[in-house]
């Protein structure tokens, strides 16, 4: 089946710094890449739509010179959270879709725990 | 986007059969409904999707009546392992930007 692997599974910074996260689609090319954040015991928010080679979309609130992505293959999305405060610990979340087998499900990676300092 | 709403929790012993229900009032004639399973520091993960009646998988059937304002999600013979949150999500899976959006979810606490 489709996997989607997450790196780092998990980070501790102090604040200020920037945090890289990777999501990777390892057996299948996804067009489109979604990144999510998810708070203790709250459901999941979609942050932005990350499609290849282009800019990514942002969802109503979210700061695009804060929450950087790039996607620059279709196997790859970076996540950047840029001078992290200890407002943006959270657990995100990436996921994607098979370009091939068409847009009908999202397969998830296993989550990047960010906690910032 | 069609709005789902499911019980906050729900309880269960091992070994019972377990319905969730989901209501999504105003789901679109393109809109499939999705369930998703979610433990605690993981992603989601895929359980079932259908459009109308009935679909059975290995894990899980989903049941859609005939107005699709509801579906409920089945789980025969839950054992501890699934204890998780189950997540309902309508959306056109052929709209990129649809099924993106996750409602409150149903924390499944199976008790042995």
């Known amino acids: 089946g489709a996997v989607v692997s997450q790196h780092p599974s998990r980070v501790i910074c102090k604040s200020g710094t920037s945090v890289k996260i990777e999501c990777r689609s390892l057996?299948?090319?996804?067009?489109?890449m979604f990144w999510y954040r998810q708070f203790p015991k709250q459901s999941l928010m979609l942050m932005a739509t990350?499609?290849?080679?282009?800019?990514?979309?942002?969802e109503q609130g979210v700061e695009k010179d804060k929450f950087l992505i790039n996607h620059a293959s279709l196997t790859l999305s970076t996540l950047t959270v840029t001078s992290a405060h200890p407002e943006d610990s959270s657990f995100y979340i990436c996921?994607?879709?098979?370009?091939?087998?068409?847009?009908?499900?999202?397969?998830f990676g296993p989550g990047t725990r960010l906690t910032v300092l | 986007l069609a709005k789902t709403t499911q019980p906050i929790s729900m309880d269960s012993y091992e070994g019972q059969e377990v319905n969730i229900t989901c209501s999504h009032n105003?789901?679109?004639?393109?809109?499939?409904i999705t369930w998703y399973q979610q433990f605690p520091s993981q992603g989601p993960r895929f359980i079932i999707q259908?459009?109308?009646t009935k679909v059975t998988n290995e894990v899980a059937s989903l049941f859609i009546p005939a107005d699709r304002k509801s579906s409920t999600l089945s789980l025969p013979r839950v054992s501890l392992s699934d204890t998780a949150v189950y997540y309902c999500?309508?959306?056109?899976?052929?709209?990129?930007?649809?099924?993106?959006?996750f409602g409150g979810g149903t924390r499944l606490m199976v008790k042995p």
């Open positions: 999500l309508v959306g056109d899976p052929n709209n990129a930007g649809n099924m993106l959006t």
């Open positions: 990350s499609n290849e080679g282009s800019k990514a979309t942002y």
């Open positions: 996921s994607a879709r098979d370009r091939l087998a068409g847009g009908n499900e999202q397969f």
């Open positions: 105003n789901i679109a004639t393109n809109d499939y």
């Open positions: 057996d299948f090319q996804a067009t489109t």
């Open positions: 259908g459009y109308k």
